[in-house]
Each structure stands twice: as structure tokens, then as C-alpha cells.
């Protein structure tokens, strides 16, 4: 049997932006801009049209956006 730890729910839970925004103020919003940056300068996410995708890509690209 596995023994819980406690600090396993703090560190997995997420929250969508508004709720972000709404517990953390400012300093939420900064994180944000920031992590979106961060994103942006790395290229992590590039726009690519459906038709240029392959089937595997589609399913990929639909995993992602569930999690």
C-alpha cells in the first residue's frame, strides 16, 4: 500500500488564468506574461494549419490540449 503525501496535491494542482489572475493579482499576471514568453522566445509552440499535419501530429496535437 502507498503512503499518501500531502505535498504531492500542492505541487500537481493547476488553475486556468482567470482563477490564477483572480487568487494571485498582480503578481499572477506577471508569472503568466512570463511563462508565455518563454514559450514564444522557444518556439515551443508554432502555429501549423491541420491539412500539413499527418495523423499522428493531429492526435498529438489533440492530446495536448486535453492535458
Known sequence: MAIPK??????LTQMNI????????EKGNEALLKELSQLHQWEALLPVHKEYMSH??????LWYLVF
Open 6 to 11: 500531502p505535498h504531492a496535491h500542492i505541487m
Open 18 to 25: 482567470r482563477e490564477g489572475i483572480k487568487k494571485f493579482g
Open 56 to 61: 499522428n501530429e493531429k492526435k498529438k496535437a
